[in-house]
T-cell receptor, first 112, second 113 residues
């Protein structure tokens, strides 16, 4: 079955610094990949998704992610973090049985 | 405004009582989902429904039940058989079962004491 690993439980970056959140997936074929963001006590909002085509995908709020098949990765990046980006970020994968599997999440703290 | 509503936002119950969490959507989506979220564990699928009057168990269905009598509504009942019911519960929907983009409600935090 497909699975997702987010190696970093918690990341702290300074406001204005760049950000990269890691996501590795386990799946035999080309998966469908997603990044969601969750503010405390709220639901999840879709940031971006990858189904096929260009491996660099652009999302909302200035985020982008790059699909690297050779590394089974789908890392999320942002060139300059804003204080409002502090939240929890979830990577997710959909595989052959249409089940969406979520990673455990990475909590982002932004220092002033 | 289209979206998913979950009510209430906070729910408190005594151990041994059943409790029903509400999820309503006006997106005209066929598929709906219930997830449970615990700290450090991401989201785990409880039940999902691809069409009215049909639903399937997810990974952690034990101690939960659902119904899907209307397209707009997918209530989740947490029964007394659920051993550790305190959690944050999220409802989601998608256009259909093969559309992978899910839209989430704001969640209900259930505390059982």
């Amino acid at each position: 079955a497909q699975s997702v690993t987010q190696p970093d439980i918690h990341i702290t970056v300074s406001e204005g610094a760049s950000l990269e959140l890691r996501c590795n997936y386990s799946y035999g074929a080309t998966p469908y990949l997603f990044w969601y963001v969750q503010s405390p006590g709220q639901g999840l909002q879709l940031l971006l998704k990858y189904f096929s085509g260009d491996t660099l995908v652009q999302g909302i709020k200035g985020f982008e992610a790059e699909f690297k098949r050779s590394q089974s990765s789908f890392n999320l990046r942002k060139p300059s973090v804003h204080w409002s980006d502090a939240a929890e970020y979830f990577c997710a994968v959909v595989g052959w049985n249409n089940d969406m599997r979520f990673g455990a999440g990475t909590r982002l703290t932004v220092k002033p | 405004d289209g979206g998913i509503t979950q009510s209430p936002k906070y729910l408190f119950r005594k151990e041994g009582q059943n409790v029903t969490l509400s999820c309503e959507q006006n997106l005209n989506h066929d598929a709906m989902y219930w997830y449970r979220q615990d700290p450090g564990q991401g989201l785990r699928l409880i039940y999902y429904s691809q069409i009215v009057n049909d639903f399937q168990k997810g990974d952690i269905a034990e101690g939960y039940s659902v119904s899907r009598e209307k397209k707009e509504s997918f209530p989740l009942t947490v029964t007394s058989a659920q051993k550790n019911p305190t959690a944050f519960y999220l409802c989601a929907s998608s256009i259909d079962g093969s559309s992978y983009e899910q839209y989430f409600g704001p969640g209900t935090r259930l505390t059982v004491t």
